[in-house]
């Protein structure tokens, strides 16, 4: 291990319906969950986990069908079974733990929360779904899994960050080959089981008001609009929630500049 670097371990829990949700465990000070989104493991935090674990104990997740989590059954999928996973992995963490769920991921700890799971605090940023409209066409889902039936999960992959992430050439080209990219290349089929659940899903204020911890909900200038819609909407379905707005946005600065990153996400965590 090289000099200052944190001990990290890989660990496991077992969920409600019997599933093993697994996850990573580094760094030293409060407990801080951190949930990723669609079409990618816990490694989409890869940029900022080390500077994160200066100040947290950092439990990684692999949502279930990802990464560590990828042994649990097809059937069945819901979001109810994602809050499922997190409440075994906050019994074992034994106490209430800081939040940070990017998109899909931050939608899960809210459903989390709203059954009743206690958090410290949640950061979630550019939601992926509860808005005003479905936000993922019909035409993307069937294009993606006509390229995966292919064998060319790049071009899978490809349409899925310029449709619904909203990168540009530049930012694809920055990806593109890098060890990031082949786990979400990997990993692109669960996009269709996601994106089903995201079209149909809308936020229940009877069950938000269930969460008694802060809540910061982070957009940035460059959020796409589907995404900013979202996070709007489960802002407004949750009087008393905190809304910043970043420039860029969080999502691409993690990459570009993690130092940045990293100290806004310790700012909007110690402020909650």
Known sequence: MEAGAQPESVRHVRSADGSSIGFEVL?????????????IDRTQFAPLKDLLARDFTLYLV??????????????????????????????????PPLA???????????????????????????LAMGGPSPPVPRELTDGMARAIE???RDAALELFLRTIVGLNDEQIEMQSGTDFWKTRAATIHLFVRDAAQANT????????????????????E?????????????????PGSEWTETPGRLFT????????????????????
Not at 27 to 39: Q, W
Not at 70 to 78: F, L
Not at 106 to 123: P, S, T
Not at 204 to 218: G, K, M, Q, T, W
């Open 27 to 39: 760094g030293s000070g409060p407990p801080l969950l951190l949930v990723h989104t669609m079409a």
């Open 62 to 95: 692999d949502r279930r069908g990802y990464g560590l989590s990828a042994d649990v059954p097809d059937d069945g999928y819901s979001l109810e079974r994602e809050a499922e996973d997190i409440a075994a992995l906050v019994d074992a963490i034994g106490e």
């Open 100 to 126: 940070w769920g990017h998109s899909y991921g931050g939608v899960c700890v809210l459903e989390a929360g709203g059954r009743g799971i206690l958090f410290k605090a949640i950061l979630a940023d550019d």
């Open 150 to 152: 292919e064998g060319d």
């Open 201 to 220: 899903f809308r936020y229940d204020p009877e069950r938000l008001a269930n969460i008694s911890c802060p809540v910061r909900f982070v957009v940035g």
């Open 222 to 238: 460059e959020t796409p609009e589907v995404m900013l819609g979202s996070t709007r909407a489960a802002h407004e379905a949750m």
């Open 253 to 272: 600065t993690m990459y570009s500049d993690p130092e940045t990153a990293a100290r806004q996400v310790k700012d909007w965590l110690r402020d909650g």
